[in-house]
């Protein structure tokens, strides 16, 4: 009797069916996916160039701006190239060394990012709660102490995550319906009892989305009651303002991370998990920059003796 599977290890590619199957809009979805990669990396490595170039930058704020674009840059990249490549070829394929090697930098670089808002929220809460202890407190120990829990909760679910799929048997129809190697689509071909890997993903994609959430929520709400406490009618604007244009990129982060993952596949349908999954892989790398920084009066001072210096060269 001819078996109706295949073992993962015996299994050489997958195929994505990329964002849309429609014809007609594949061109214009191609050119308007380049550009917002285009914008991505523009802004993500000059932000880096900037801050690594400026000493009035070196400080616990931009230290973590600088791994945030770092981070934005190399997770759209780990995404966006392949998915451009849907858009123009006829058979979208990636061998399975390939998806399970985008899976885990996928998911190290989303669930850093995730940790990374998180340190950057609390160090906000200590610059505006506790601005005289801030430099004890946020000591280049302290930021580099964070900054490896940040990437170590990234490895670790990372790890956890692609261990699981590496064991998952996969059927014959190796066709996945989205388009790049993320955990539910993979699961969908399985042959197999997902149990595991489902309790994985709710216990691990909690704790990635959950312990960043409470610490953010919890930041922010003391940050808005020093804010409160101002008696500058211009200075509260403002910095109800900024706190604002934060609370919108990380609602977005997580919200659409939480949509995707949180919810059972019978009400989410995976067609539209595409296109939710496409706010935390293009649009937030690609809008971090003008949220976090360029809006701020001190990378823009910055910016603007760099190409002053330029001009004047």
């Known amino acids: 009797m001819k078996m109706a599977a295949e073992n993962s290890s015996f299994l050489t590619e997958f195929i994505l069916a990329g964002l849309t ?9 191609f050119f308007l996916f380049l550009g917002f990669y285009v ?3 523009v802004g993500n490595l000059g932000l880096i160039t900037l801050i690594g170039l400026n000493s009035h930058l070196h400080t616990p704020m931009y230290f973590f701006l600088y791994n945030l674009s770092f981070i934005d840059f190399c997770y759209s990249s780990v995404i966006t190239p392949k998915m451009l490549m849907s858009f123009v070829s006829k058979k979208n394929s990636i061998s399975y060394a390939g998806c399970m090697t985008q899976l885990f930098f996928f998911l190290f670089f989303v669930v850093s990012e995730s940790f990374i808002l998180s340190a950057m929220a609390y160090d906000r809460y200590v610059a505006i709660c506790n601005p005289l202890s801030y430099t004890v407190t946020m000591s280049p120990q302290v930021c580099l102490l964070l900054l490896l829990g940040v990437y170590g909760m990234g490895f670790a679910g990372a ?3 692609t261990a699981c799929m590496m064991g998952v048997t996969f059927c014959a129809n190796n066709l996945v319906n ?3 190697c993320d955990i539910l689509p993979l ?8 149990y595991v890997n489902e309790l994985v993903v709710f216990v691990v994609v909690g704790i990635d989305i ?8 919890i930041s922010y709400a003391l940050i808005l009651s020093s804010i409160l406490h101002i008696r500058s009618t211009e200075g509260r604007s403002k910095a109800f303002s900024t706190c604002s244009s934060h609370i919108i990129a990380v609602s977005l982060f997580f919200g659409s991370g939480a949509f995707m993952y ?7 349908p995976m067609n539209q998990g595409k296109v939710s999954s496409l706010f935390y892989t293009t649009l937030v790398p690609m809008l971090n920059p003008l949220i976090y920084s360029l809006r701020n009066k001190d990378v823009k001072v910055a910016l603007k003796k ?5 001009a004047f060269s």
């Open 39 to 41: 914008v991505t990396v």
């Open 159 to 161: 790890m956890a995550h």
């Open 210 to 217: 959950g312990v960043p959430t409470v610490t953010i929520f």
């Open 187 to 194: 699961l969908e071909r399985a042959c197999t009892s997902t």
């Open 262 to 268: 949180l919810k059972p596949s019978s009400i989410l």
């Open 178 to 180: 989205h388009y790049m």
């Open 21 to 29: 199957g429609q014809p007609g809009v594949q061109i214009p979805l």
């Open 306 to 310: 760099i190409l002053n210096k330029n």
